[in-house]
């Protein structure tokens, strides 16, 4: 399943970045799959930005993901 993964950074900047899951896979893996922490251990990084907060949809934006279930896609 294709997605945008979207962040908002503390400075207030919006990130995204585009993504596939797999079967059963969760966004939040697949999000750590682009960031960092920072040296101190307690701030994750995309961009060398701290993240405030993240979620992910579809492509087309109607629905949010939290994990790919293969019959979302065949019920859609």
């Known amino acids: ?8 950074m503390t400075t207030g900047n919006v ?3 585009y993504a596939k899951l ?12 682009y960031v960092t922490t920072n040296k101190a251990g307690n701030g994750i990084l995309f961009k060398n ?3 405030q907060l993240h979620w992910c949809t579809t492509l087309d934006g109607k629905y949010y993901v939290s994990y790919y279930d293969p019959e979302f896609e065949a019920n859609k």
Do not use: A, L
């Not at 399943?1 to 908002?8: G, K, L, N, R, T």
């Open 15 to 17: 990130e995204y970045q």
């Open 49 to 51: 930005q701290r993240i």
């Open 22 to 33: 797999e079967e059963y896979e969760f966004c939040s893996d697949k999000m750590m799959e």
């Open 1 to 8: 399943m294709q997605i945008i993964i979207f962040m908002i």
